[in-house]
């Protein structure tokens, strides 16, 4: 099983929607973060997560929240989709030293 | 401030050749870690190698090797005996582990590993 799952894996959405991605994760580290990637593009950071009281914004987090509810969950949230928000999000999680990803949610908003 | 840079948005390399992908970047940290990541079409992305700053012998795993230039502040992957199945888009990314402990990726290469 992978260490790293996120669901779903791909999603159709329309403007205005709200819309939840999720993240678990089995590798026991206490650092979450989601970023993503547009086409042709390195990956933008939208938030991340050091435990579970502690919360970041990371480059880009307008238009999105998160919610760290276990040391193994982490869940993105896009309260009220657009377009330019359609793109691969990421969910990763590292201990001290490396970072490893899930699998990716491909994401379009309508 | 730190930043990645990787100059090359694309490369061809002919099978079973060695080819290198360069990467510099930017920090204050005195500490930090460099990372290598592979991105197939499918879109996963798989960590390949890690280079420590303050590691002295340079990064080696299979194939994969870092060519780590601490005065340039370079860590270039090398990649040798390609395959086809190396063709992907590769990341170069940066931790500093004194400055928020957040990762910074560069923009990427895409590789492609001709027959």
Partial sequence: DADVTQTPRN????TGKRIMLECSQTKGHDRMY???????????????????????KGEISDGYSVSRQAQAKFSLSLES?????????????????TQYFGPGTRLTVL | AQKITQTQPGMFVQEKEAVTLDCTYDTSDQSYGLFWYKQPS????????????????????????????????????????????????YFCAMRGWNTGNQFYFGTGTSLTVIP
């Fill in chain 1, 11 to 14: 999603r159709i959405t329309k």
């Fill in chain 1, 34 to 56: 989601w970023y993503r990637q547009d086409p042709g593009l390195g990956l933008q950071l939208i938030y991340y997560s050091f435990d579970v009281k502690d919360i970041n």
């Fill in chain 1, 81 to 97: 989709a657009i377009p330019n928000q359609t793109a691969l999000y990421f969910c990763a999680t590292s201990d001290l030293g």
């Fill in chain 2, 42 to 89: 499918s879109g996963e992305m798989i960590f390949l190698i890690y280079q420590g700053s303050y590691d002295e012998q340079n990064a080696t795993e299979g194939r994969y090797s870092l060519n780590f230039q601490k005065a340039r502040k370079s860590a270039n992957l090398v990649i040798s005996a390609s395959q086809l199945g190396d063709s992907a888009m």
